[in-house]
């Protein structure tokens, strides 16, 4: 067996090199908390409920020809969804937005225009998302919290804007990609492959979509789930449990 005496030059120069790692190793985790601490929010894909539900996100700047028929089955069927609005759109069809708000769907922003937002500056992506709002707040009397980017683009400019005018940034987890226009049959497989708990499903007003609504529907409640709007599946940690928002 072999002892080994440590010198007091070596014992001191071990020391010191543990109190240098032990530096370094606090100043590295300060500076990801404090870098962290600076990183806004990013987007939401699905809900943190915890429960089996699903909510309908429809994007909205086009087809309000589909959207009376799609409101009379949800009528029927005790669906809410969540609808997000151009401002453009809404201002172009206020009666058709209030029956919209006064069946009890949410109405959300969707920005003024339906514009490319990675091309826009943190100002100009500010403004769109006020501007929406502010014409959904005169037709509705709501306020909107939540934003859905159209074409799905995003970048830290509209980050930054959306949390600093207080609004979470929505995504999806299941695409319909209903805008192509493929068959109901195509639309209704598609989400029923995907689907899941918290699920937040895109859709937009076309015709394949509203003739695929009914059977879809069916399905999803078949499956055990419940069909809410966004507010629902998305919870305030802030908040207790059974607190939900109004919107």
Known sequence: MRVYFWGSKSL???FAGILFIGFAALVFFQMVK?????IPAQAIYQGNSGEKAVAFCVNVDWGEEFLPEMLTVLKKEEVQVTFFVTGQWAEKNPDLLRQMHEAGHSIQNHGYKHAHFNNL????AREQIV???QIIKKLTGTTSVYFA??????????????????HKLIMWSVDTIDW??????????RVMNQIHSDAIILMHPTRPTAEALPELIIQIKKAGYQLNTLDRIIVDEKKPANEKTNN
């Open 180 to 189: 192509q226009l493929p068959t109901a049959e195509t639309i209704i497989k």
């Open 12 to 14: 001191g120069r071990g």
């Open 34 to 38: 404090i870098q962290s601490a600076a």
């Open 149 to 166: 980017p159209p074409y799905g683009e995003f970048n830290s400019n509209l980050v930054k804007a959306a949390e600093n005018l207080n």
């Open 131 to 133: 501007k929406g709002g």
């Open 121 to 124: 500056s943190g100002e100009d």
